[in-house]
Each structure stands twice: as C-alpha cells, then as structure tokens.
C-alpha cells in the first residue's frame, strides 16, 4: 500500500490572480463604447458639452490621482478598489438619468474619480500579490494577460453594444450598470497581500510627500513616467475623436461595433504577447517600436484617406494593448513596495494632466483645419519628442547599472 504525500494548502493570494482576470474583464465591459458620442448627442449635448465631458473627467483624475494612490497605500488596495467600483456606479447613474449638460458633467466627474482610484491600486495590488506568493518575475506576463482580459471584455461589449444600441441607446448604459453591480462582490472576495496593508505608522501628507521625492529624484522613474505619459496621451487624444474619424471615412453606423471589436481584440493580443515581444527585442528596441509606431499610425491615418484608413489605427490599438504591462514593469522594479501605489499615482497625474491640457487643443485645431491634417501633424511631434526619450531612458539605466 503506497502512501501519498498530503497536497500542500493553497495560499489564499494565489487564488487573487484568477479574481484578477475576471475583475480585470468584467471592469472593462463598457457596452456603450461604439456608441457613447451619439447617446449624449440624443440627450441635447452638443460637441463641446460632449468633450466638455471628458474633460470633466480629466479634471477629477487629476484632482484625485495622487490622493487615490496615498489612501491605497494608507487603507488597503481593497479599499481604494470599492471608492473606485462606487464612483463607477455612481457615473453610470448621472448618464442614465441625466436630463442636461450640468448632469452629464458629473458623470464624467465621477468616472475620472474611477480612474484615479483604478490606475495605480489595480496593479500595485497585483504586484504585491505576486511579491507575497515570491512570483514578481511573473508580473508582466500575469499584467499582460489580465489587460488582454480587459481589452477582451471591451471588444465583447462593443460588438453586443452595437446590437443592443439598434434597439435602444440607453439600454447599453443599462447593461453597463448591471456589470458595475457586480464588481464590489469580487473585489469584497480578493485577499490582501499581507505586507503591504495599511502604513498605520504614517501620515498621509509626510507619505505623499516622501512618494513624491522618492519619484522625482530617482531620474529612471521619472523619465518613464513622462515617456510612457506622452505615448499613451499621443493614443488616448485620437481615440475621443474616433467614432468621428470612422464616420468621416464612409464606414457606416451599424459596422461601428464590428471595427471596434476588432481593434480591441488586436489591442488584447499585442497585451498577451507584450512579455514575449520584451524578451525577444530586448530593452531599447522594445520600448522603441511604442513612439515608433504610434507616430506612423498617426501619420498614416492624417495622409491616406479612405474606407480602409481605420486599418492604420491597429498600429495605435497594438501601442495601447502593449505599453502597460511593459512600462509597468520597468517602473515596478525600481519601486519600493510602501511607495508603489502612490508612485503609479503620479504616473497617472502626469498622463491626466497631459491630456486634459493636449485635448482640447487637438479637438480646437480639427475643427479649424480638419482632423486627418491634425493627425498627422501629432505624429510627427511623437516621433520628434518621444523617440529621443528612449535613448535616454536606456542610458540612464546604463548609468544606475
């Protein structure tokens, strides 16, 4: 009779990777997103109340950015996840029952708090899992596959929002509430990691400040934080103005969600491979191909003007799906663990504050010249400013090694 050895206990962290995936979906299944732009407009919004309320929300992002992350590293990651699952809900509420601009504002106030309090906690909360299970090696592949699941839950709710969307606009918004119910359950489910609890021994504004020191005077950090901050706002600004560009070209309404399910699937992909495509480039060339192809995507959708020209935003959609889980990275290893929620903070800080000052100014000259001219023009800047950041970023770490 042959004895077999006792399985050892799984630990209760490890089971946080697997809620992660499907928090990381269900977060992102956003049924209103081929459709947003036109649900307002049908509410009396015109263009500039429309931008008016993204601008909203970068505002609230910027407000709450660093604070989110010093609450996060102060209370728990999980605590910061519920403000952020609130808010959500909360947003939701002000575009379903909204009746005028006033109203639609706050819901856009109320989404840029969701995304100050969803930026630097979601990953500092994975990273810390991984650290107390002695897995970090693992964060950028584990990072990348729960944004592939994040971009995977965009593709799938803009395909079925474009459905739902020919029966009502506003019931997309409903879907997007139900789902919304449902993210407090599996946040209440996940484990805190053990280590990183709340810093019960500091104050809030010594710990902002000793994050924010630690930030700026360590010359890596900060030169990842304005690089990847640009690239993503060179991503982020053309996206608010997309359903226009599609429009403008000649594809028509109802294949909106199929071409936007489309570029969300290559985003998910360019997410789940982005370690493997690290490994395989190396450093420099793996950060690189970010402004790089940033700025010829953009350069090519403002030059080549036809049905077809939303092909070239697959280029923008691979940099969008691939950045996170690669800059995350590079910064997570040079953070130390009672700074990393509040570090990933002001990443954010400087990313809302960049677009919420870039935004405008593009929506601004689109309409005095024409968006295709303003798309261009934005990836030849890129190129110019951004490719130089990289040879500098990796001669730092040069120096620091």
């Excluded at 990289?390 to 001669?395: A, E, W």
Aim: hydrophobic share 55%; with cysteine.
């Amino acid at each position: 009779m042959y004895l077999t050895k006792p399985k050892e206990p799984i630990n209760p962290l490890a089971k946080n990777i697997h809620k992660y995936y499907l928090y990381s979906f269900l977060k992102k299944l956003k049924f209103s997103l081929p459709i947003f732009a036109l649900y307002f407009a049908s509410k009396g919004l015109n263009y500039t109340n429309i931008i008016n309320v993204f601008v909203a929300a970068s505002i609230a992002q910027i407000i709450f950015e660093v604070p989110s992350g010093v609450f996060a590293d102060y209370f728990g990651r999980k605590s910061a996840l519920y403000v952020c699952a609130i808010s959500n809900i909360l947003s939701i509420v002000f575009y379903l029952f909204g009746t005028n601009a006033i109203h639609f504002l706050c819901g856009g106030f109320f989404l840029g708090i969701t995304l100050a309090f969803e930026s630097g906690t979601e990953s500092a909360f994975l990273y810390d899992t991984l650290k107390d299970l002695e897995r970090e090696k693992e964060y950028k592949k584990i990072e990348g596959r729960a944004h592939s699941f994040s971009l995977i839950g965009f593709a799938v709710a803009s395909f079925f929002g474009g459905l739902i969307a020919l029966i009502s606009l506003q019931m997309t918004f409903w879907a997007n509430f139900l789902i919304a119910l449902l993210l407090p359950l599996i946040i209440y489910n996940f484990k805190e990691p053990k280590k990183y609890k709340a810093l019960s021994d500091k104050k809030y504004f010594v710990h902002l400040k000793q994050a924010a020191i630690y930030s700026f005077k360590h010359t890596r950090i900060k030169w990842l934080i304005i690089f990847s901050s640009l690239v993503m706002v060179s991503v982020l600004a053309p996206f608010a103005l997309l359903q226009i560009y599609i429009k403008g070209i000649g594809v028509p309404l109802k294949f909106f969600g199929i071409v936007y399910t489309f570029l969300l699937l290559t985003s998910a992909l360019s997410s789940h491979v982005a370690h493997r495509v690290y490994k395989r480039l190396g450093e420099f060339k793996a950060l690189l191909i970010l402004p790089l192809f940033a700025g010829v995507a953009l350069i090519l959708m403002g030059k080549i003007i036809f049905i077809f020209s939303w092909v070239f935003i697959i280029l923008l959609e691979f940099v969008y799906g691939y950045l996170k889980p690669v800059i995350m990275d590079e910064i997570h290893k040079l953070i130390e663990s009672h700074h990393r929620a509040t570090v990933l903070s002001l990443k954010g800080f400087v990313q809302g504050a960049l677009f919420a000052i870039l935004s405008p100014f593009l929506g601004y000259f689109a309409d005095i010249y024409s968006l295709p001219t303003v798309l261009f023009i934005e990836g030849i800047l890129v190129l110019i400013i951004c490719v130089p950041m990289v040879f500098l970023i990796v001669k730092k770490k040069s120096a620091i090694l």
